[in-house]
């Protein structure tokens, strides 16, 4: 029987206050499921910490699997997660004051085991910010150029060619991998989960053909609208963010995407 919804991405589904005044989409879900959220969401955080805090949590509580849905919403592809040498929680980045041991909607009631490991995880986009709407897409493609090459070292790395880097096919691989590692590991050890895109999965130029074999084997009925629109891009149509200048999702754009996904969920019939 069902008891958790095991709750990944960045700052579009990470508890942020204690009093459910910004419940973020995960939670809004957990609540209309009647199922206990587990929250493992960390703002401002990429793909690869998403894929390595989810395994490392089912590996450290296997008994867990049987009685756990999964949410992930995954973040951007020009994520470049990292590990920093400051200590911090594997698995949590609250912000301060906020005690997820003392929340109700922090952390599962009951004896549970959690990664102990003291390191904390950072992340800066690997490209240059793409969404700066002031620059042609030539442009943008030239300052993303020279930023790839600032990153592998410049003029000192010859055989590094700039001018064959193609982004978008890139970044549409990276992504495709992604998903397709955390789906395997799902598949591999039978855990029920349901994935959406929190932030837009794709460069807004460029082509990404030649991956559609990777693609196809993305498990769609428990995709909510792959390739589709994401959680930001709704909340910036409908015009639900916090304000004109945080994209992020009021509480109505919280709650209107959980319905969302809540109505796909048992149309596929997950639960």
């Known amino acids: 029987m069902l008891e958790n919804l095991f709750i990944n991405g960045c700052s579009f589904l990470e508890v942020y206050d204690v009093d459910r005044a910004r419940a973020p989409a995960g939670h809004c879900l957990a609540e209309k499921l009647k199922l206990n959220p587990i929250g493992y969401a960390a703002s401002?955080?990429?793909?690869?910490?998403?894929?390595?805090?989810?395994?490392?949590?089912?590996?450290d509580n296997p008994e867990l699997i049987k009685d756990?849905?999964?949410?992930?919403?995954?973040?951007?592809?020009?994520?470049?997660d990292y590990l920093k040498t400051s200590a911090r929680l594997l698995n949590h980045s609250p912000k301060e004051g906020f005690d997820p041991d003392k929340s109700p909607i922090g952390r599962p009631s009951g004896p549970l085991k959690y990664n102990g490991s003291l390191v904390g995880w950072g992340a800066f986009n690997w490209v240059y910010p793409w969404r700066n709407t002031e620059d042609s897409s030539e442009e943008k493609q030239k300052k993303e150029k020279e930023w790839f090459a600032f990153l592998n070292g410049g003029e000192?790395?010859?055989?590094?060619?700039v001018v064959d880097y193609d982004i978008s096919?890139?970044?549409?691989?990276?992504?495709?991998?992604?998903?397709?590692?955390?789906?395997?590991?799902?598949?591999?050890?039978?855990i029920n989960y349901c994935m959406y895109n929190a932030l837009p999965p794709l460069i807004p130029y460029g082509h990404t053909e030649g991956l559609d074999g990777l693609a196809d084997k993305v498990d769609k009925q428990r995709f909510f609208q792959f390739d589709g629109e994401s959680h930001m891009d709704y909340v910036e149509k409908e015009m639900l963010t916090l304000s004109e200048t945080d994209g992020h999702p009021n509480p109505l754009g919280s709650k209107l995407w959980a319905d969302k996904l809540y109505s796909f969920i048992k149309e596929n019939e997950l639960l």
Not at 44 to 59: C, E, H, M, S, V
Not at 156 to 161: N, Q, V
């Open 44 to 59: 401002a955080r990429g793909n690869d910490r998403i894929i390595a805090t989810t395994k490392l949590f089912f590996y």
């Open 68 to 80: 756990t849905f999964v949410l992930i919403g995954w973040s951007s592809v020009v994520r470049q």
């Open 156 to 161: 000192r790395h010859k055989c590094f060619k």
């Open 169 to 190: 096919r890139t970044c549409r691989l990276k992504y495709l991998e992604q998903v397709l590692s955390l789906q395997d590991f799902f598949k591999l050890n039978s």
